[in-house]
């Protein structure tokens, strides 16, 4: 009796950033393994790692209703539960025999520790959990530099990537025809609605997330998003994708925080439309590099644990950032008087997501122009951006701030006003969020245009005079830098 409930128990395939049914090394081996399935989705309200922020428990909301539904076509569907991983999966295992759990590396230091004395723990119990890689295309710890240490600068780690063959892939793991087995008895299972997602947010107390349409989140959603671009944007990806107003970039990035596509997917449907279409060979080869930030970000994630919160250049620590809690509100509305920065944090407010090229000169505005401390601003996107990114965010910060590893130089400090006129020239993208912006080619940055009115919560204001003036404030900031870092670096 023992031995047939054993050898008919279930598996378990735990998700967690990686809510997709295809390109699935978990659900691969389950299947494989010919065992019934069980997909579990455990919300953890203490999690080891960084709580989610706002919008992302908007998307996550919704990847899992996409998820789910995926599974119901195979006639399954996803078993939710809340609270502590390590009690459920322990409870679950023993009610249903389980012996065998896969679930998704997620790459965060602290939860892959976390993971590690999970393991051990259902070990002891004689239940296996294993960690599969449905995230990055080389995991930290597998390239190093010559001098066998961890990549701290870009283009070598780059270079390493690009030798490694990992950015190509010939074979494409996917789901196999075979039926999805059934388990013989379920385990009850939450209403997504019962994990409760609260997007709460202010400034403002309207429905917030209902502009979040540009997206659909789930992997039906990624697909199509991937296969829009290939069709409509990577041929000019390369001359064009510091360009708001034309919006080529794929709008990938939540999708892949969510593992609903995975990035050899992406980097295989590249391969495949540019072997039929040679004019996409360029912007191919500049969406890797950028793919590749992702997978350096991760390394950078892994060298410091602590990356949203602590410098990676330990010699930023004594800077003396400036506490103007009403400029910070300032930048985070949207209402700094610089047209483009204005446009950009309206962007994310409005859609949850930013343009990179604006997100630079946004996040730069804040700790170069206003000298205010990169984390605010690392927070306030934690909490607005859909894609929102442990590695990603943090380290992007710290690349504006100069604290980062590979950073911008401490003497670039974008101008918003010729920013604003280079990629924005007809200011197309900022009338899209400045309600009656009007462009002046004369006057192509932030605008001393007594007229222009925007709505900001429920009254109409005058379009706001700049915070700080630009010349004084890169002065100031070229200052607060040299006066704080050593010489050496620099020289
Ligand atoms: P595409 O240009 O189509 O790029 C394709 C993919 O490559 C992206 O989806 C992303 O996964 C990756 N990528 C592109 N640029 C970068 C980069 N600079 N660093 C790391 N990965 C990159 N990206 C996030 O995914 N999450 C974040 O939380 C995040 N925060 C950022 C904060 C700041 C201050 C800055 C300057 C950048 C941030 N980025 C972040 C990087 C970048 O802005 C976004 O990845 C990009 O805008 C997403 O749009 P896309 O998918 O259309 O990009």
């Given amino acids: 009796m023992t031995e047939k409930r054993t050898h008919f128990a279930p598996v378990i395939v735990w998700f967690r950033f990686d809510l997709r049914l295809h390109d699935h090394a978990g659900i691969r081996a389950a299947l494989e393994s010919g065992r019934p399935i069980l997909p579990l989705y455990i919300w953890d309200e203490n999690p080891a790692t960084r709580p989610l922020g706002a919008a992302s428990k908007w998307w996550l909301n919704r990847s899992l209703e996409a998820l789910n539904q995926d599974l119901q076509k195979h006639g399954s569907r996803l078993i939710l539960e809340r609270g502590n991983a390590r009690i459920i999966l322990t409870s679950m295992a023993k009610e249903y025999g389980i012996k065998t759990i896969y679930c998704s590396q997620t790459f965060d230091p602290k939860n892959e520790h976390n993971d590690w004395e999970m393991a051990d723990e259902l070990a002891a119990a004689g239940i296996k959990l294993y960690r599969l890689n449905n995230t990055l295309l080389v995991p930290p710890g597998t390239l190093y530099t010559q001098g066998g240490k961890p990549f701290r600068v870009f283009t070598p780690f780059y270079k390493s990537l690009l030798a490694s063959g990992a950015c190509y892939i010939d074979t494409l793991p996917d789901l196999p025809a075979k039926p999805w087995p059934q388990p013989t008895k379920w385990p009850k299972s939450l209403k997504i609605s019962a994990l409760g997602f609260q997007p709460a947010l202010t400034p403002s107390g309207r429905d917030w997330s209902s502009n979040f349409d540009r997206f659909k989140p789930g992997e039906a959603g990624a697909r199509s998003a991937l296969k829009h671009f290939l069709k409509n944007s990577l041929q000019t990806y390369e001359s064009d994708r510091d360009r708001p107003d034309l919006d080529v970039t794929s709008h990938l990035s939540p999708h892949l925080r969510f593992g609903e596509i995975s990035p050899q997917r992406i980097l295989h449907e590249i391969a495949q439309a540019t072997q039929t279409d040679h004019r996409l060979t360029t912007g191919a080869a500049k969406f890797h590099a950028e793919l590749a930030w992702r997978e350096f970000s991760y390394g950078l994630l892994a060298q410091q644990p602590r990356l949203h919160v602590a410098n990676f250049r330990r010699d930023f620590d004594h800077f003396e950032w400036r506490h103007d809690d009403a400029q910070f509100r300032a930048w985070c509305r949207g209402e700094t008087g610089y047209e483009l920065v204005d446009a950009g944090m309206r962007e994310l407010w409005q859609t949850g997501y930013m343009h990179n090229r ?134």
């Avoid at 005058?462 to 050496?488: S, T, W």
Wanted: charged share 25%; net charge neutral; glycine share 4%.
């Fill in 358 to 491: 604006v997100r630079m000169v946004a996040a730069s505005f804040l700790v170069k122009h206003l000298l205010i401390d990169w984390r605010r601003g690392e927070q306030w996107f934690w909490d607005c951006l859909l894609d929102a990114d442990p590695a990603n965010n943090p380290a992007s910060w710290q690349w504006v701030a100069g604290c980062g590893a590979d950073a911008a130089p401490y003497f670039r400090v974008f101008n918003p006003i010729t920013q604003a006129a280079k990629f924005d020239p007809k200011g197309l993208y900022r009338s899209r969020y400045i309600q009656g912006y009007t462009h002046s080619p004369t006057d192509a940055g932030h605008t001393k245009k007594q007229a222009e009115l925007f709505e900001s919560t429920d009254t109409f204001l005058k379009y706001p005079q700049p915070v700080v003036d630009h010349v004084f404030a890169r002065d100031r900031a070229l200052q607060a830098y040299k006066n704080r870092m050593a010489d050496e670096e620099y020289e």
